[in-house]
Nanobody, 127 residues
Framework: QVQLVESGGGLVQAGGSLRLSCAAS???????????MAWFRQAPGKEREFVSA????????SYADSVKGRFTISRDNAKNTVYLQMNSLKPEDTAVYYC?????????????????WGQGTQVTVSS
């Protein structure tokens, strides 16, 4: 089993910044062919939506149009951790943010492409 644990959420004023972290571990993690990791978010009453993804090797990244230029995804392979730096936050960014892992190197926005999910971290942006 692969465990993903998110951290870094919180309450911030509009225009502020937060950095989310997602640490991967587990008994089978070393045998899991990690291809990519992603961040999704889900606001109350809405479907879970894609935010950003990154390949586990190389520099390929992908972003939703709504966060381009404001959010930056990165990773630290030595720490098995993916980060999401969120700047210029808006109230509409308020959601529970989830990280996910996939064996595919192809960066996908479809939740069905991901094998493992974290439990989420709340981000609240006040106006």
């Amino acid at each position: 089993q692969v465990q993903l644990v998110e951290s870094g959420g919180g309450l911030v004023q509009a225009g502020g910044s937060l950095r989310l972290s997602c640490a991967a571990s587990g008994r089978t993690f070393s045998r899991y062919a990690m291809g990519s990791m992603a961040w999704f978010r889900q606001a109350p009453g809405k479907e879970r939506e894609f935010v950003s993804a990154i390949r586990w090797s190389g520099s390929t990244t992908s972003y939703a149009d709504s966060v381009k230029g404001r959010f930056t995804i990165s990773r630290d392979n030595a720490k098995n951790t993916v980060y999401l730096q969120m700047n210029s936050l808006k109230p509409e960014d308020t959601a529970v943010y989830y990280c996910a892992a996939a064996s595919s190197f192809v960066l996908r926005a479809d939740i069905r492409a991901y094998d493992y999910w974290g439990q989420g971290t709340q981000v609240t942006v006040s106006s």
